[in-house]
């Protein structure tokens, strides 16, 4: 870079700055995080169900491994102020996405705030580090991330090191979700359990996302954050691998001939609807458990009989 190039860079970097917003007219970011099957998608449903309730504009970015759109199904079509980013990580391979699109919601939704669904394999505090990018680091005020935690993986030991150990130890708040599915008498002992890889942040129980939404957001709205400087530093990013596929299922299968087929070596997680013989099914694999849900609105037609199956990869 000659001395004319950096000297214009200066130049521009100063007109950013001097077009910082007053505090008051920030807005506040939400990161939802979570392993694969934790519940983020019920929990931003509830979220965006309270939103509609209480008049507030909120802007969702919603990001998918695979390419089907399945969420933006399941958060009834979303309309101009959601958007999905497919086939990667926000943290990472989509970081740029990322900033281009919070920054068109800017513009074109006006939103009151901004929440990022990420993937379930995601780092949380890698996608915040977005947020001293410019041009949204001008407007984005304080930010925080909500980690869900899958209770019956908690209790089964599964898949608890690598991603999910990074994106415990990100969370500013830690939301143990479907705890209706482990005993209650462990639920302290599970808390114990996340104490030990973060010992700060709050721990909320919930079933199904259900959470006050108070909670979910910075409680100071425009607070000034100094996002001038450079962005906080961080161990260099470690993802794990993680591949797709989609299966397609023969129309009018059973539910039990579903679930045979999905009890694969090393699945982590399927995810799509499905036309069984006892009608149209959301079909949710995440570790030993599958579920069949019937479906109140049906999909897109090109979503029917295609679910996502996601595997770790070496």
């Given at each position: 870079?000659?001395?004319?190039?950096?000297?214009?860079e200066?130049?521009?970097?100063?007109?950013?700055?001097?077009?910082?917003?007053a505090?008051?007219?920030?807005?506040p970011a939400?990161?939802?995080?979570?392993?694969?099957?934790?519940?983020k998608?019920?929990?931003v449903?509830?979220?965006?169900?309270?939103?509609?309730?209480?008049g507030?504009?909120i802007a969702?970015v919603?990001?998918e491994?695979?390419e089907l759109?399945?969420?933006?199904?399941?958060?009834?079509?979303?309309g101009?102020?959601?958007?999905?980013?497919?086939g990667g990580?926000?943290?990472c391979?989509?970081?740029?996405?990322?900033?281009?699109t919070?920054?068109?919601?800017?513009r074109?939704v006006?939103?009151?705030?901004v929440?990022?669904?990420?993937?379930?394999?995601a780092l949380?505090?890698?996608?915040?580090?977005?947020?001293?990018?410019q041009?949204?680091?001008?407007?984005?005020?304080?930010?925080?991330?909500?980690?869900?935690?899958?209770?019956?993986?908690?209790?089964?030991?599964r898949?608890?090191?690598?991603?999910f150990?990074?994106q415990?130890s990100?969370?500013d708040?830690l939301?143990?979700?479907?705890?209706?599915?482990?005993?209650?008498?462990?639920?302290?002992?599970?808390?114990?359990?996340?104490?030990?890889?973060?010992?700060?942040?709050?721990?909320v129980?919930?079933?199904r996302?259900?959470?006050?939404?108070?909670l979910?957001?910075?409680?100071?709205?425009?607070?000034?954050?100094d996002?001038?400087?450079p962005a906080?530093?961080?161990?260099?990013?470690?993802h794990?691998?993680?591949s797709?596929?989609?299966?397609?299922?023969?129309?009018?299968?059973?539910e039990?001939?579903?679930?045979?087929?999905?009890?694969?070596?090393?699945?982590?997680?399927?995810?799509?609807?499905?036309?069984?013989?006892?009608?149209?099914r959301?079909?949710?694999l995440v570790?030993?458990?599958?579920?069949?849900?019937?479906v109140?609105?049906?999909p897109?037609?090109?979503?029917?009989n295609?679910?996502?199956l996601?595997?770790?990869?070496?």
């Amino acid at each position: 870079m000659t001395g004319e190039d950096e000297a214009r860079e200066e130049e521009t970097s100063e007109a950013v700055r001097g077009d910082e917003l007053a505090p008051e007219e920030r807005i506040p970011a939400l990161v939802v995080s979570g392993f694969l099957g934790s519940g983020k998608t019920s929990l931003v449903s509830q979220l965006l169900d309270h939103a509609g309730r209480s008049g507030l504009r909120i802007a969702l970015v919603s990001n998918e491994l695979g390419e089907l759109g399945i969420d933006r199904a399941l958060l009834g079509g979303g309309g101009e102020a959601y958007v999905e980013l497919e086939g990667g990580c926000v943290c990472c391979e989509l970081s740029d996405d990322l900033v281009d699109t919070l920054e068109m919601l800017w513009r074109e939704v006006h939103p009151d705030r901004v929440v990022i669904e990420t993937s379930g394999v995601a780092l949380p505090f890698d996608t915040q580090l977005n947020f001293w990018r410019q041009p949204v680091s001008r407007w984005i005020g304080d930010d925080m991330a909500v980690v869900v935690v899958n209770a019956e993986q908690l209790a089964e030991g599964r898949d608890l090191e690598g991603t999910f150990q990074d994106q415990v130890s990100s969370a500013d708040l830690l939301i143990l979700n479907k705890i209706d599915l482990v005993p209650a008498e462990q639920l302290d002992a599970l808390e114990a359990r996340l104490r030990a890889i973060e010992d700060e942040a709050p721990i909320v129980r919930s079933v199904r996302g259900d959470v006050d939404p108070a909670l979910l957001f910075p409680p100071a709205i425009g607070e000034l954050v100094d996002r001038s400087g450079p962005a906080p530093s961080v161990p260099e990013h470690h993802h794990e691998h993680f591949s797709t596929e989609e299966w397609r299922p023969a129309p009018g299968l059973s539910e039990e001939r579903i679930e045979s087929e999905l009890r694969q070596p090393g699945l982590l997680r399927a995810k799509g609807f499905a036309e069984t013989d006892a009608g149209l099914r959301l079909v949710q694999l995440v570790g030993r458990r599958i579920e069949f849900t019937e479906v109140d609105t049906p999909p897109d037609p090109n979503l029917i009989n295609r679910l996502v199956l996601i595997r770790r990869t070496p």
